[in-house]
């Protein structure tokens, strides 16, 4: 069966620090693109961060470019998102997700490609 878990979603206080942990199980990251989608009440999903095999960069959403950082653990099969210098603009629900092959901006922009969706993890910055 085909799962990505997701975990680390806590309520933080602005300018904290959280790091996102995202599991598979059913098929191997590499050959794929992956990358971490945030989606707010009445917002369209959005692509935060995301890589593929193929590509060699890492691709940021501006909003966190500099303070996000991607990555991933072939062997446990897991990848990471760790977030510092959080922002209350940044409370979410996070998910991460698989698609195919491709250019990192692209698996962040293409929703509609993406294989595979985990169910979320919260995360609430404070003032």
């Known amino acids: 069966e085909v799962q990505l878990v997701e975990s680390g979603g806590d309520l933080v206080q602005i300018g904290g620090s959280l790091t996102l942990s995202c599991v598979a199980s059913?098929?191997?990251?590499?050959?794929?693109?992956i990358g971490w989608f945030r989606q707010v009440p009445g917002k369209a999903r959005e692509g935060v961060s995301c890589?593929?095999?193929?590509?060699?960069?890492?691709y940021y959403a501006e909003s966190v470019r500099d303070r996000f950082t991607l990555s991933v653990d072939n062997a446990k099969n897991t990848v990471y998102l760790q977030m510092n210098n959080l922002k209350v603009e940044d409370t979410a629900v996070y998910f991460c997700?698989?698609?195919?092959?491709?250019?990192?901006?692209?698996?962040?922009?293409?929703?509609?490609?993406?294989?595979?969706w985990g169910k979320g993890t919260r995360v609430t910055v404070s003032s």
């Open positions: 059913g098929f191997a990251f590499d050959g794929r693109g």
């Open positions: 890589k593929s095999t193929s590509d060699s960069n890492t």
């Open positions: 997700a698989a698609t195919p092959d491709g250019p990192a901006r692209g698996v962040c922009e293409n929703l509609s490609g993406v294989n595979y």
